[in-house]
């Protein structure tokens, strides 16, 4: 059974830093694109970053751009999201997701995600 | 940035009905587009991507079809379970966008 369970969330001053993870089970990581979607509070989804199977390649919306950075461990079946300079704009859940096959951003697979709250 | 425009933003229907949900785009993304589920307090579930095919262990309840700009999500024979708010998503061009959501609710 694929598994995906975010951890590293939690409250933050403006400004601060948080390293988010997300381990994987059940299936082969190096195999898939993986990506970090977020969703405010009483919002919808905003897709925030993603990464090719081999950490070679990656994408960001453009509010996170110089900000946060996505990475992976496949060796430690593992998806990171380093997030700095953070602000209210910030707080959300934060999710990762599996893409389907070889498609960069297909979501197949979803943990069930980490809350973020930045506020002083 | 591709915007999605999801129609109707919410939609009370009674079970038993067939409902369909309306996605449209800013500009011509082929077939690279999905459909996902989310309940209260849950993480998304996955339904349908490239326009029309099912995620595995999805019921064919659920159809997608479209191409170009114009796409729907038709779900039948509607159970308590399928009332949700629904979510579009193209993944044709970066940065990758979603609809607005349309929440299914019961009549």
């Known amino acids: 059974e694929v598994q995906l369970v975010e951890s590293g969330g939690g409250l933050v001053q403006p400004g601060g830093s948080l390293r988010l993870s997300c381990a994987a089970s059940g299936f082969t990581l190096s195999s898939s694109w993986m990506s970090w979607v977020r969703q405010a509070p009483g919002k919808g989804l905003e897709w925030v970053a993603n990464?090719?199977?081999?950490?070679?390649?990656?994408y960001y919306v453009d509010a996170v751009k110089g900000r946060f950075t996505i990475s992976r461990d496949n060796a430690k079946n593992s998806l990171y999201l380093q997030m700095n300079s953070l602000g209210g704009e910030d707080t959300a859940v934060y999710y990762c997701a599996r893409s389907t096959g070889n498609y960069a951003a297909a979501f197949q697979s979803w943990g069930q995600g980490t809350l973020v709250t930045v506020s002083s | 940035d591709i915007q999605m425009t999801q129609s109707p933003s919410s939609l009370s229907a009674s079970v038993g009905d067939t409902v369909t949900i309306t996605c449209r785009a800013s500009q011509g993304i082929s077939n690279y587009l999905a459909w996902f589920q989310q309940k209260p307090g849950k993480a998304p579930k996955s339904l349908i991507y490239?326009?029309?095919s099912l995620q595995s262990g999805v019921p064919s309840k659920f159809s997608g079809s479209g191409s170009g700009t114009d796409f729907t999500l038709t779900i039948s024979s509607l159970q308590p379970e399928d009332f949700a708010t629904y979510y579009c998503?193209?993944?044709?061009?970066?940065?990758?966008?979603f609809g607005q959501g349309t929440r299914l609710e019961i009549k």
């Open positions: 990464i090719n199977q081999h950490g070679s390649e990656n």
């Open positions: 490239d326009a029309s």
């Open positions: 998503q193209q993944f044709s061009s970066y940065p990758i966008t």
